[in-house]
């Protein structure tokens, strides 16, 4: 199964034989996007038009097969960037079609989620999944990965990671911001400053289902920054950064706990680019230690957008007897996490 994901700024193409992973090859326009301080759709959909082919080629030789051996296409129709997402679109109908070869339309999100399956190791469901990227905050209930996936909660305004670019660029950090941010909270002190936690009460979790918000947090540090820039009294960035980290990571963390709680759930596994964040996983694995939840984290490569996740869910979907997708589908930016594969025929 050969998996193409282009929802984002990642050009993503993975090999995978059944829960083998067999390769997965990524071109990031990432760099490009770097000067403007966040991605630029229209870049985006230019550098996948260019990357393609020669991700696809990379990630053949890497699996060591040809084209021949390929059984099945794979590919995100959404959500993501409309224009991207087109770019990976087109080319796997035109991979399916010239192959004479099944193709599975999935969604991103739920590509998220099998990335796990390519761990090797055996996972269990149900699970209670936290996506987080510069795209995405997503809380999920995952009961069976091919037929049973709820949102629990997604952010109502900035995703976690667009969240910590926006902070970097306040505190005049380069993009993007997630890593320049740990760097600089390495040596701050996360409690100097009581930033708020949007939307983390129990009376919220309640309300609002899972729902995340930043803003208020973007809000809070920015004032804070143009307070002291005022007054001209010494700004600590490490302390701001370190201050604003730690009240992510606890709304984040807090929340993915409070759903396992009242789901029964004592599995949780974390995705996204944000994973990357060690302070992040450090603090979920300490408090779920303590409420008795498993943490599931992948690799990186797995956790940030790739191809291979994409084939997985595609692999697992056969496996599971699910027919192939018909052509009739575009991109689908805004598909709903309960829709694992779009145009099926039955
Ligand atoms: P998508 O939302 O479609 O998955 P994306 O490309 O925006 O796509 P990723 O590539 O998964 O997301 O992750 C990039 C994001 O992760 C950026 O916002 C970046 O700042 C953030 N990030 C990376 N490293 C860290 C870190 N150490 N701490 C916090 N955030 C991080
Ligand atoms: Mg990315
Ligand atoms: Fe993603």
């Known amino acids: 199964m050969l998996g193409i994901e282009t929802s984002c700024d990642e050009t993503g193409i993975g090999i995978v034989r059944g829960r083998t992973l067999l390769s ?11 000067r403007y301080g966040g991605v630029v759709p ?8 260019e990357a393609l082919q020669p991700t696809i080629e990379a990630a053949l030789a890497e699996a060591q097969v040809t084209l021949a051996d390929i059984d099945a296409v794979a590919v995100t129709s959404g959500p993501g960037l409309a224009g991207a997402l087109m770019v990976g679109v087109g080319a796997a109908k035109a991979l399916a079609v010239s192959l004479d070869k099944p193709l599975y339309a999935v969604n991103h999100l739920v590509g998220h989620i099998a990335a796990d399956i390519l761990t090797g190791e055996e996972v269990e469901y149900p699970t209670v999944a936290l996506l987080v990227s510069g795209g995405h905050t997503s809380l999920l209930l995952v009961r069976d990965l091919v037929s ?3 949102l629990l909660g997604e952010t109502m305004d900035d995703a976690a990671g667009e969240a910590f670019d926006k902070i970097a660029r306040i505190l005049g950090l380069p993009y993007p911001g997630g890593p320049e941010i740990d760097r600089a909270a390495a040596t701050g002190d996360p409690n ?7 939307m983390s009460r129990a009376s919220d979790m309640a309300e609002h289902r899972y729902d995340f918000s930043f803003s208020g ?5 920015a004032r804070f920054v143009e307070q002291h820039e005022a007054t001209g009294e010494t700004l600590s960035v490490p302390d701001v950064a370190a201050s604003f980290r730690e009240a992510v990571v606890d709304v984040l ?5 409070d759903a396992c709680a009242r789901h029964g759930v004592p599995r949780l596994l974390l995705g996204g680019g944000v994973i990357a964040n060690k302070r992040l996983r450090d603090v979920a694995l300490e408090r779920a ?6 943490v599931r984290i992948p690799p990186l490569s797995l956790c940030t957008d790739n191809g291979a996740m994409i084939a997985a869910l595609a692999s697992e979907l ?3 007897g699910h027919p192939a997708s018909t052509l009739a589908f575009g991109a689908d930016s805004t598909l709903p996490v309960t829709t694992i594969q779009v145009a099926t025929s039955s």
């Not at 997965?24 to 770097?34: F, K, L, R, V």
């Not at 947090?217 to 540090?221: D, E, G, H, R």
Request: a negative charge; glycine letters at 4%.
């Open 24 to 34: 997965n090859t990524i071109a990031s326009s990432m760099d490009e996007h770097a």
């Open 42 to 49: 229209e870049v985006a959909a230019r550098a996948h038009l």
């Open 148 to 150: 049973d996936v709820e």
């Open 192 to 198: 100097a400053i009581r930033f708020p936690r949007g």
């Open 217 to 221: 947090l973007k809000t809070a540090v």
């Open 253 to 257: 963390v807090t929340k993915a706990l």
């Open 289 to 294: 230690e303590a409420a008795g939840v498993a």
């Open 318 to 320: 056969i496996m599971s």
